[in-house]
């Protein structure tokens, strides 16, 4: 969360009940952008884990001839 975020679920906390439907929305924001954010590394590790796996046969096979 930012830190203007961080403030705010300060400043409704303090209000008590009346902002239980306040906090639940920004944390199911927060939640949102989170699995938005996992998504990305999810594929950045897919790739991570392809290269990986293409440098280890290279240096294994003594070759590079796999990119052909």
């Not at 938005?36 to 096979?61: F, N, P, R």
């Amino acid at each position: 969360m930012s830190g203007k975020d961080i403030k705010n679920y300060a400043k409704f906390t303090e209000l008590g009940d009346d902002s239980l439907k306040k906090c639940y929305l920004m944390f199911l924001n927060h939640k949102k952008v989170i699995e938005e954010q996992m998504k990305k590394l999810d594929h950045g590790m897919e790739t991570i884990e392809q290269k990986c796996w293409y440098y280890e046969s290279s240096i294994d096979a003594k070759t590079d001839s796999f990119s052909d």
